[in-house]
């Protein structure tokens, strides 16, 4: 699973801050744009963040552009399936699940010939389908038609779905479910054609919403916002450190109290004694040298 967030910085502007779009307050503010990359074992209960990177707005090498999330997602997704592969780990085909921004065709066909897997996304309204017996629909009409062949799926409790085959001028052949759910707005997810059941991608789908909650615990305890070092090497050693104290902490907490201590209670405590964490121990050589070049 992957998602991305602006992270807000005061003070002192570094070179990578820059304006971009946050999907949070729905609109362009000034920050630092960060990218997750997590891994979900078994129905969900085991979330591992493997991957965190930050973009650059403005790249130091002359004419150097910076690379856009979709670049970055990609360059996260080889280089952990390698690390995997080294450790000679054999896994499954990959199912991604992004967010709808995430679903530019080419990435999609990037996951399924390197990684040999799929990317799952929500379709969007203005989306055109040509399905086999010639009709073409949008993405608005996907949702607001009745006539499409419901299921009900003791696998997904409450949940119907229709799953369409379908051709897309943008991706090719194509998997589409359409999901109703009761209380909820119709929505549809969308994929290369795969053999993967309905059911399934629905449940992968679903668990979208334990790698937000992820993201924000982490956004939290990264503190970016509240970083006020002068260098930006101190800045990915800030970074660093923070991720790496949040996984320790925040899994250990787990196991140790079997479940007894919420997540807002972890949080607080680790909010806390981290205000206090000397700014000196940021400039961190072994952690965050040479990460200039890498960044760009």
């Not at 979330?47 to 650059?56: A, E, S, Y």
């Not at 369409?164 to 009761?182: C, N, Q, R």
């Not at 309905?198 to 509240?226: G, N, Y």
């Not at 405590?269 to 000397?278: E, G, T, V």
Request: aromatic share 10%; net charge positive; hydrophobic share 45%.
């Amino acid at each position: 699973m992957a998602d991305d967030s602006v992270f807000k910085k005061y003070g002192q502007q570094l070179g990578l801050v820059g304006t971009w779009y946050s999907g949070q307050e729905h609109r362009v503010r000034l920050g630092i744009d960060g990218l997750l990359l997590l891994v979900v074992i078994g129905e969900g209960k085991l979330i591992i963040p493997v991957d965190f990177t930050v973009r650059r707005p403005d790249p130091a090498e002359l004419g150097r552009p910076c690379r856009d999330k979709l670049t970055w997602l990609q360059v996260m997704l080889e280089r952990t399936w390698e690390a995997l592969r080294r450790r000679r780990l054999s896994l499954p085909a990959a199912l991604v699940v992004a967010d709808s921004w995430f679903g530019d065709s080419k990435l999609m066909a990037q996951v399924a010939a390197r990684q040999e897997g799929t990317l799952l996304v929500e379709g969007k309204s203005r989306y055109v389908f040509a399905l086999p017996d010639g009709q073409r629909v949008t993405g608005q009409e996907l949702l607001a038609r009745a006539d499409w062949p419901w299921r009900d799926s003791p696998q997904v409790s409450g949940t119907r779905y229709a799953r369409l085959t379908a051709s897309s001028p943008t991706y090719g052949p194509v998997t589409v479910v359409i999901v109703d759910e009761p209380g909820q707005d119709r929505y549809y997810l969308l994929c290369q054609a795969t053999t993967i059941t309905a059911p399934r991608l629905i449940r992968a789908w679903k668990r979208r919403s334990a790698i937000e909650h992820t993201f924000r615990t982490l956004k939290h305890l990264l503190a970016a916002e509240a970083c006020q070092v002068p260098g930006e090497d101190a800045y990915y050693g800030h970074l660093v450190v923070r991720l790496m104290a949040s996984l320790v902490l925040l899994y250990t907490a787990r196991v140790v109290c079997k479940g007894q201590v919420t997540m807002e209670e972890l949080l607080f405590s680790l909010k806390h004694y981290w205000r206090f964490l000397d700014s000196e121990l940021l400039e961190l050589h072994a952690l965050s040298w040479d990460l200039r070049v890498e960044a760009a």
